[in-house]
């Protein structure tokens, strides 16, 4: 299968799983609204949702793969050298993560005083978040042993299964909230229960598959006559995915600190939570292009090209987020009443979390040109100044969570993510730009001036349109309205994208 296949493959199995993300965030908001047990799972759900976004999502293959690939190229022995390599990373991963997950489990209650602090000791909402994060918590081993297999045979090239595997996780989570739709178990305790454990059972679907997909692949999981050399390898490659398990998760963890920041707040974290759900899909496509595209094509490139292509992937990123954005801004509460208010999720909880999603869409830019950043300084020997800014805006934004949420609540503690991460790709530019590892061109400036020019007539444009298009009585008709105003949106941004093209073009050429 060709490279383009290939990703064309992951493409669309990555697009059903996102749908298939959509409804089920939709169809859970159905079944819990934004409550007291919705904000409770929410909590319980932090830590297993970063763990698959760490693992079950492909930042662990980043080390892992290249390194199954340089033990499987050694003559003679390559296969055996990599299955070793294989089992002793296995029993190093998930035997950490057992443990972690264990020690979590035992220590629940204080691990969700910890991460929502607000709510209530031996109130319902820290008893369900207790219950629940007792679950939920056996889902981390799960997602390790799922990344070892996916990265196994993404290594022999096999990636139609293991890119179907997330949709079969959300599949079964959906499954199991029909039959709490069909039983009427809304916003109860048994419901936030069941959920929890069908992550669990979503868990052992991504591992099933990705093991299925595995099958047969010469560098299969040896753990026969493992030696001392063999696990040193292991952690070797733990420590090779610190820097991008550390990127990767970079949005979850500024997630989690603000939930915390504005537990004691009803219905916070919960709304919090679907409002990071919408953000996570323009988020994850920078991310993938950051991965699947940018990185190969820095590592195959002299110094000076790098950084000139760095430029442009920044451009690219800007080109995609600042639409983005600004398009989840002025359609937050269209968006979110379309997409969840139904059953338990009604007219009040819409507008709560159609407000912190807007806020939340200002992280947007700077989010998505951090993951590319990131891949520059990964490539460009770069890392630990990288790592070292990260840790720091996730202080920052610890710190300005918790005084704003203080002065203004939630909608204002949630602007804390953009705070922390626009602070973090200024830091960050600002070193590979010194260190010669990133650089802008003319064109490339103008372009940007001129796309954020675009995207602000674009929200204008679509603005306008929303403001004198009546919402209309309906699920279909409220979809027809969105998907047109979406569209609208696109007309204005690409019309206006062209422009600066050409504008940019001409203007270069005058000077040339």
Known sequence: MSLLARTSTVSAATLVSRVLGFARDAATAAVLGVGPVADALAAAMALPLLARRLLAEGAFNLAFIPALARTSGVAGTGDEAAGRLA???????????????????LFMPQVIGLMAPGFEAGGQRADVAILCGRVVVLYIPLAGLA?????????AHRVLLPALAPAAANITVLAVIGVLLAKGLMESDTAAFAIAAAQVGAGCAQFAIMRLAAGGCPSLPLFRVLTVRDLRAALGVLRAASPALLFAGLSQLRFIIVVAAVSATPG?????????????LPLGLVGASAGAVLVPALLRRGRAEAADDAGRAVLAALAFAL??????????????????????????DARFTAALLAVLSLSLPAQGLERILSAAASTSGQIKAAERIALGSLLLCMVAAAGLGTVGGPLIAAGAVALSAVASILALGGVLIARGALRFSAPVLLSAAGLA??????????????????????????ILRLAGLVASGGVIYGAGALLVKAAVSKAWMGRV
């Open 87 to 105: 089992g002793a990373t296995l029993l190093l991963l998930c035997g950490l993560l057992l443990v972690f997950a264990a020690v979590v489990a």
């Open 147 to 155: 990344a070892i297999f996916g990265g196994i045979a993404n290594a």
């Open 268 to 280: 916070a974290a919960a709304a919090l939570n679907y409002a990071q759900r919408l953000m996570d």
């Open 323 to 348: 639409p983005a954005a600004i398009g989840l801004a002025v359609l937050a509460e269209p968006i979110v009443v379309t997409l969840f208010q139904r059953g338990s999720f009604d007219s009040e």
């Open 453 to 478: 020019a675009a995207s602000l007539a674009m929200g204008a444009g679509v603005g306008a349109l929303a403001a004198t298009w009546p919402v209309p009585e309906g699920t279909l008709a409220g």
